[in-house]
């Protein structure tokens, strides 16, 4: 498949202190790669440089297997993106701030009014976005990078400020914009649970080095599934399925076990009954994202 963003070594230092190091991103073509990371992990820094608002301090960025050194003017000719947080004039409507997009992109009226009813906004676009909420600034923003219908749409954190079904709205937007569109989509987020439901592939980022990168199916594929078994005497228990062949860990009022099978299951189960061991619950537990994420970054911090 087609990489439509790959950078080789990509590193930025701002003073002493590098935001980003080393990286190697890879994203092909159709994909909806989900850039994930806490605040401050260098997404935004990463974004910036990916579309030449940063110059990088060592490493290089490569679009549509070009150059973007070389080849900015038609890379960002066919690329549209929202970074950190939308540009517009306050004192001018939603509809005005597009056709300032329309005259820079040269691009036709019906792409405006396609927009404008995408996001939601046809209904307030004669309002000024001084008086707009958070949430319709936001669409804006989107709108904006949309204008174009681009063959690559980067994303910084687009459901900041949006209620529940804003954010619902847009991740559905999202989700068909491949196959609608033919575009690809780079979005970041700190917000797992959205990345979850959108991305194919997935990019992690902790203190500004990728620690994994992937299919999202190969990321779930790590939220290997525990049983935990809770007996009336769990000592008892552990010790007999030791001999059993077993090797359960005691956490709490649980034994907890890793890749056992359904079959294997059932055999601790009949074991600890014909033993008199009283079994009061068996439970299946997987990992969800955050604890993979979690797992991965060796990080117990808020994201």
Do not use: W
């Not at 690809?184 to 997935?202: G, M, R, Y």
């Amino acid at each position: 498949m087609n990489q439509i963003i790959s950078t080789h070594n990509l590193s930025k230092r701002y003073d002493d202190t590098y935001r980003v190091i080393n990286l190697n991103l890879s994203v092909c073509e159709g994909d909806i790669y989900g850039f994930l990371g806490p605040n401050g992990a260098g997404k935004s820094t990463t974004l910036k440089m990916i579309l030449g608002l940063t110059k990088p301090t060592d490493g290089k960025v490569t679009v549509f297997g070009k150059d973007l050194e070389a080849n900015r003017h038609f890379i960002l000719s066919q690329t549209g993106s929202l970074i950190e947080s939308p540009s517009y004039y306050g004192h001018l409507t939603g509809l005005e701030n597009l056709r300032v997009v329309q005259k820079l992109r040269d691009v036709p009226d019906k792409n405006v009014e396609e927009v404008l009813k995408i996001v939601r906004l046809h209904k307030q676009k004669d309002k000024k976005v001084e008086h707009y909420s958070l949430g319709m600034k936001q669409r804006l923003g989107i709108a904006m990078a949309l204008l174009s219908f681009p063959k690559l749409l980067i994303l910084d954190e687009p459901t900041n400020g949006l209620d529940p079904a804003g954010i619902e709205e847009i991740r559905e937007l999202i989700k068909s914009l491949p196959q609608r569109y033919e575009m690809t989509v780079l979005i970041s987020s700190h917000l797992l649970s959205e990345i979850e439901q959108i991305a194919t592939s997935v990019g992690i980022i902790s203190d500004g080095v990728m620690v994994f990168q992937g299919s999202m199916e190969s990321l779930k594929r790590k939220s290997n599934s525990t049983i935990t078994i809770k007996t009336r005497n769990n000592k008892l228990a552990q010790e007999l399925l030791f001999q059993k062949g077993y090797s359960p860990t005691l956490h709490g009022d649980f034994l907890v076990f890793e890749n056992l099978t359904d079959e294997k299951i059932a055999q601790a189960n009949r074991s600890l009954v014909a033993s008199n061991i009283d079994v009061l619950r068996i439970e299946e537990h997987k990992k969800n994202l955050e604890s993979i994420f979690l797992d991965i970054t060796g990080k117990e911090r808020s994201l």
